[in-house]
């Protein structure tokens, strides 16, 4: 299960030398953010994950970090009103429309206050975004490979960032060997 906060760079070329390694393995790819990759995990619908790394797991949920990180940015359509200011604060950002990732496993902790409109994944984000509904929270590579220069990041401080991913997987039902091999890979150490 991987995340749109894991560049896909990373995971191409280990999927290539996965599938040489474990060629009639059955494998499929879930796309899912933050809780809902926990919730898919504890459902045993998926073996591993690749998630922004969460302040606390369930005790059910092992976590090892990866060293590749992700740059989140605050972008906005080219032709927005903020894409023209020099530098934009938190208080222009309050009263204009958020777009921000919201999962189907819905926490209430960490939700945006104010004028939002949500989607579950970031691609989607990106396409509203680009559409001009408001400003979002996006990986930049992201941006960059799906954006085609309609989106501008913003001069906000304390932006960009840089987030740490982890690889999580269940205890109760671990992955066997195909998937530890993919998680050593990932991680560089496991077990």
Not at 30 to 37: K, P, T
Not at 101 to 111: A, V
Not at 158 to 181: E, N, Q
Request: hydrophobic share 40%; net charge negative; charged share 20%.
């Amino acid at each position: 299960m991987l995340s749109d906060t894991y560049q896909p760079t990373h995971h191409e070329n280990l999927l290539r030398r996965f599938e040489q390694r474990y060629p009639d393995i059955e494998f499929e790819c879930l796309i899912a953010e933050d809780a809902d990759v926990i919730d898919l995990l504890q459902l045993r619908r998926a073996h591993i994950g690749v998630v922004e790394v969460q302040h606390s797991y369930p005790p059910d949920i092992a976590a090892r970090r990866l060293s590749a990180q992700t740059e989140m940015a605050i972008f906005v359509q080219a032709d927005h009103p903020l894409a023209k200011l020099p530098q934009v604060h938190r208080e222009q950002l309050a009263t204009t429309r958020q777009l921000c990732l919201n999962t189907y496993n819905r926490t209430e902790r960490n939700q945006p206050q104010g004028l939002m409109w949500s989607a579950p994944s970031y691609l989607m984000l990106l396409e509203m975004a680009e559409q001009g509904f408001g400003w979002a929270i996006l990986p930049r590579w992201l941006v960059e490979q799906y954006s085609r220069r309609k989106l501008v990041s913003l001069p906000t401080i304390g932006w960009p960032k840089m987030i740490s991913i982890d690889a999580v997987w269940s205890k109760k039902s671990p992955p066997g060997p195909a998937g530890y091999w993919l998680l050593e890979q990932l991680t560089g150490e496991i077990r």
